[in-house]
């Protein structure tokens, strides 16, 4: 059911996003926000849970914003970038379509990544800061050829894809890192455009990561890496920024943990922006596994 608010234009409202409208939406991600999306991310997560999308529509029925409370497991939720056109902002409508979002589950616990200056806005709406993780965001593109990086001794690097003989190891390792179960099929290896590697040592999964298109400019959108080892995190970075070394070299767009600052002050890229994490209930998280965690999967729609 819409949700009207007359006071801010005539036909003004919120509602659940349909599905005829995902490619638009991402479209008002990257072109109208300059958002930096992977191809067909924002299409994947919809997939995966078709209610957790609101848009605010105007009378012409044009998307003028839109967010997302993605579903992580029973009782937590994850609300990701709140895109609003430039000239409906300043009227309430983050804060408004927050509220819708909380609304589908009113007792659950919901966290975010703040967006530094509008800190207070989330605070007003009941989230606290908690320490840890800090996300790094990271911008830029290869400008210098890439070194040679030596594979870590006993590992072996493999290409996963659905289907892969392999792919139950890299769900059960992912949900031992996050405290719960996601469906990777869905969200990560279903991609025609992307590239999954996996780091396997004594026949074990001891990592894995993610690189695809960005959708704004089709340069190069990483995340998630998880890994056992600094040592195994940086091959798998560095063999997915080989594979996708063209489209590095229009850009680079990717979110760390202060474990690979490294990573990106090596390749010279700026750092734009370092975002806090938040909760409702800060007391109620999962017990995820920060050591783990170099790369985020999408803070669109991903708590790590």
């Known amino acids: 059911m819409a949700e009207q608010y007359p006071g801010h234009g005539e036909g003004i409202h919120i509602r659940e996003l349909r599905p005829e409208e995902v490619e638009?939406?991402?479209?008002?991600?990257?072109?109208?926000?300059?958002?930096?999306?992977?191809?067909?991310?924002?299409q994947r997560?919809?997939?995966?849970?078709?209610?957790?999308?609101r848009c605010i529509v105007d009378e012409n029925g044009t998307i003028v914003a839109t967010a997302s409370a993605v579903r992580q497991t029973e009782g937590l939720y994850?609300?990701?970038?709140?895109?609003?056109?430039?000239?409906?902002?300043?009227?309430?409508?983050?804060?408004?379509?927050i509220r819708s979002l909380r609304r589908r589950d009113p007792n659950a616990n919901y966290g975010l990544s703040a967006v530094p200056s509008y800190l207070s806005l989330y605070e007003g709406l009941g989230f606290q800061v908690v320490e840890q993780p800090f996300a790094?965001?990271?911008?830029?593109?290869?400008?210098e050829p890439l070194k040679k990086t030596q594979r870590p001794e006993g590992t072996e690097l493999l290409e996963i894809f659905n289907g892969h003989p392999r792919f139950q190891?890299?769900?059960?390792?992912?949900?031992?890192?996050?405290?719960?179960?996601r469906e990777l099929g869905k969200t990560l290896i279903d991609d025609e455009d992307g590239v999954v590697y996996a780091m396997v040592r004594r026949e074990r999964i001891i990592g894995f990561g993610k690189v695809q298109s960005?959708?704004?400019?089709?340069?190069?959108?990483?995340?998630?890496?998880?890994?056992?080892?600094?040592?195994?995190?940086?091959?798998?970075?560095?063999?997915l920024l080989e594979r996708f070394q063209r489209q590095a070299?229009?850009?680079?767009?990717v979110i760390v943990s202060y474990l690979a600052r490294h990573w990106a002050e090596e390749l010279n890229?700026?750092?734009?922006?370092?975002?806090?994490?938040?909760?409702?209930?800060?007391?109620?998280?999962?017990?995820?596994?920060?050591?783990?965690?170099?790369?985020f999967d999408s803070l669109d729609f991903s708590l790590m």
């Not at 997560?45 to 999308?53: G, L, R, S, T, V």
């Not at 390792?173 to 996050?178: E, F, L, M």
Request: hydrophobic content about 35%; charged content about 25%.
């Open 136 to 143: 790094h965001i990271y911008k830029g593109a290869l400008r």
């Open 214 to 239: 960005n959708q704004r400019d089709q340069g190069a959108w990483f995340g998630p890496v998880y890994a056992d080892d600094d040592e195994s995190a940086q091959y798998i970075f560095s063999q």
């Open 269 to 295: 890229l700026q750092l734009i922006e370092k975002s806090p994490r938040c909760y409702v209930n800060v007391d109620q998280v999962p017990a995820m596994l920060y050591q783990h965690l170099y790369a």
């Open 78 to 97: 994850y609300i990701g970038t709140v895109g609003v056109d430039e000239a409906h902002r300043g009227r309430g409508l983050a804060k408004r379509l």
């Open 24 to 42: 638009s939406a991402a479209k008002f991600w990257f072109e109208d926000l300059g958002f930096d999306v992977g191809v067909r991310l924002f």
């Open 249 to 253: 070299q229009t850009s680079i767009y």
């Open 45 to 53: 997560w919809y997939d995966q849970d078709p209610e957790a999308f």
């Open 169 to 181: 190891e890299i769900e059960d390792y992912d949900a031992r890192i996050h405290g719960y179960r």
